[in-house]
């Protein structure tokens, strides 16, 4: 049944209404995480490039003061010892200068004479290397340039502080290390030799393109997460409010297509709602005097549905009333063809609601309908339930007044069930009582029932109204009723509602 899914599929709604509000969140998380790292590889890119910049710059220095000595290596260090400490003093960031012959220091600018053989294949391409400290200053790390033509050779050394200090500057929330060969160096001056960690988000590596060093920068782990919470608040709740606003467009259209008036306005207008035709008889001939309209919701999925599982609904959202136009509308276009052949006038009963009898456009609906027949071939009865009695008022009493000059009748359905008053029954002009199947189905069953029924039978002779007994299965049934003249019956004895079509081919065959 199309209206009982609204509550079997809740739990559903409630996930597509998450993962509508979700996926823009999340969506948008991973495009801003994205964006973040990029950011993040762009600024260590930068970073490194600078520090490259600065470092050449440093280097170029130091290498002017090697170069300008070399010609002198071979000289007396008594003689040379002057120009040594002259390029420490000019050059900026030149620690000390030595002078070689044959891979052995013989002279220093700290020292003077001096001897001490180097390991050349120490260093980086013969021209760097970064050493941990040396005998004056152990702990201060300190970068070697060596240069040397024959058995000349020339090295100017660049304090490891002011190493350090650029990678600081520079660095500043970037992790940033100098490597030189298998040693590199740290923004706090430390100096390494094992293998260089790997930084967890946006390593860039940059490698000197004119001295053997390059510069490895990057970020801790975590800093993606950081940076997004520092740079992306405004968009955080932009992200928020678009969840928030899809979330509430998912549940709004998932309540709309859901609900049972949406569901059935639709089914209107796809004319689901079609006419089923059960036939009325006389009881003295049992010929076929008339039938009754009864709904059926011809649902796409959930196949032919009752009426008594939506006309509830319909009631309750006024949709009742297009409703019952529709199906006189779908019935005189069944019937109307036929109705030159009928001999007597031919009943057709329709339900109507006390809905319905709020105004006076049911008046027009079936003004409409008669027309649709040849004048005077059918009685248009509509069927008033017992069990929800229309209240007496000015609308409702032009009502049936309009209907009446119409010539439309007036029965009162599942009579025996409700409570309506004998002025009630003369109030609304009722021209027809239809017995509740109740009654009918005690027959020779329950002595008080019948009883009773014989008093509903005694009350309509007296009244002058004219009986239809409903739901006669059996021909016990049958002739208890037309013993007691009730007028006309109905029921599966004589014939079970069926579609529209189906009815007339049995009535032509007949
Ligand atoms: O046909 P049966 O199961 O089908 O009908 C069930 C109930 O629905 C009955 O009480 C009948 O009066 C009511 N009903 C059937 N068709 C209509 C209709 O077109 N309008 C109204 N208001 N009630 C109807
Ligand atoms: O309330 P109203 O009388 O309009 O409803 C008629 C209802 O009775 C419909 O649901 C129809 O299908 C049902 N009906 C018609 N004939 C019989 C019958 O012989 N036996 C039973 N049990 N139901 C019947
Ligand atoms: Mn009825």
Redesign the pocket.
Known sequence: MPLKTKTSKRSTKIAVTLLSGLLPIVLGFVILHMQAERALKQSAQQTAEEAIRQFELMLDNTAQAARELLPLAGQSCSEINLALREQVTRRPFVRSTNLLWDDVIYCSSLFGDYHEKIASGDYSQGQLLLMKGNPVTPDTALLVYRLSKGKQGAMSTLDGYHLSNVLRLIGRQTLLALQIGPNWLTADGKFHDEALPAFKVAESKLTSSRYPFSVTAGFPKGETWVYMTSQYPPLFSLLIFFGMISGSIAHFLQKRTSSPTHEMQRALEAVEFVP?F?AVVHGETKAVSGL?V?MRWNHPKEGLV???LFIPFAEHSGLIVPMTRSLMQQTATLLAPLSASFKEPFHI?I?ITANHCQDLELVKDCREFLDAFVPGSIHLVL?L?ERELIEPTTITHQLFEQLHDLGVKIAI??FGTGHSSLGYLRQFNVDYL?I??SF??MIGIDTLSSHILDSIIELAVKLDLAMVA????TQEQSDYLSAHNVNFL????FG??MPGAEFISALSAH
Do not use: S
């Open positions: 089923y059960q009754e009864l009752r009426p008594d009963g339900n069927e339930t359905d599942d239809k509740d199947q009918v189905a409903e739901g006669v299965e109905q029921g599966y004895l079970r509602p």
